[in-house]
């Protein structure tokens, strides 16, 4: 019976010993990869943020471009009637 | 005791090491499974490619944007040299005219600013504010909107001068039976001083012919603000003095032609009096 005992509980602590010792880890370039990827895609987010960004703002511009050149065409109309009244 | 503090310095630093090199590492690999860390690395490479591929996106439409924002200046600058055409002048006159309606805006700003008796005062200048308008209205750029909105604000301008200048124009008074100049000079409500009488009848000279004989029922100027080209005589002034000043005609050898100007009140050049309004003859 002591025999049994014995043989049980090395048997067991044989059983965790190789559960501890085989459990997955990641190795240490798999940990670099995990961690360049993440902050290559959070700076590609940051830089996608800023472009968009820029991409509105040049929507703006060509906006108040648009706006400058009917007004522009407004007042040329406005300028070749003054001179037609005058004559 | 050095040991000590050595030795306790030692593994505080190393514990901070320690934790900068753990805080690096944004998860817990120790506790990580194949499949979670695959997962993970799965789900960043594919934000990283979408990350990449709206980058690329974006960057297409700057540069269409950019094309399109340079084509519209190109047409602008075409649009300006046409009206430069029509207009028969040039960019260099264009802002030449807006300066000069700026200019003008701020005297009539100034203008109006001023109390309704100095604007009475200097209605000629007024005059000649709007004269320069309807001189800048001539100018076919004056049809284009930036410049027709100066005009406006202009013109808005002083049209409120010329309104504020209304409440300074003379009142009037009626001449009650017993009435007579020193008494209504007199009057709290009129000027309040008798001697200002001589005011009320240079100032209704076209209906006064003599200063002692007024009528019930005569309406009469009584003005509050000496209006342009006219002179109030203060007391120890003399015809050539006021003719030697700069707002009169500079120069005191010119007293005779004030002389002339007023010669209907003034008897004897050398005896004027105090409350007498001169007329300036330009």
Known sequence: MRKFKIVMIGLA???????????????????????????????????????????????KKVAAKKAELQKLQNDKQNVENFQKAAE | ??????????????????????????????????????????????????????????????????????????????????????????????????????????????????????????????DSLQAKLDK????????????????NEIQSLIDQAKEKAKTAVPPTYTVMKGDYLWKIAGKDDIYGNPHAWWRIYTSNLDQIKNPDLIYPNQVLAIPRAIGPNEHLVQKGEFLSKIAGYPNVYGDSFKWQKLYEANKSFITDPNLIYPYQVLKIAR
């Open chain 2, 136 to 151: 800048c209205k001539q100018n076919p750029f004056s049809a284009m909107s930036g410049p027709s909105a100066l005009i």
């Open chain 2, 1 to 126: 005791m050095k040991m000590r503090i050595t030795l306790i310095v030692s593994l505080f630093l190393s514990l901070l090491l320690a934790n900068v090199v753990l805080a690096q590492q944004s998860y817990n690999y120790e506790e990580m499974t194949q499949e979670q860390y695959n997962a993970l690395l799965a789900e960043w490479q594919k934000r990283l490619d979408a990350a990449k591929k709206g980058i690329a996106e974006e960057e297409a439409k700057i540069e269409q944007l950019k094309k399109e924002y340079d084509n519209l200046q190109a047409q602008i600058d075409q649009t300006w040299n046409e009206i430069f055409t029509l207009a028969g002048q040039n960019k260099e006159q264009y802002d030449a005219y807006n300066s000069k309606l700026s200019q003008l805006r701020d005297d009539a700003r100034a203008f109006l600013n001023l109390s309704p008796e100095e604007i009475y005062s200097k209605s000629n200048e007024l």
């Open chain 1, 13 to 59: 602590s044989i059983a965790m010993l190789s559960l501890s010792s085989c459990k997955w880890k990641p190795s240490e370039e798999q940990i670099k990869t995990l961690e360049e990827t993440k902050a290559a895609a959070l700076s590609a987010e940051k830089t996608l943020a800023e472009k968009k960004a820029e991409r509105q703002e040049w929507e």
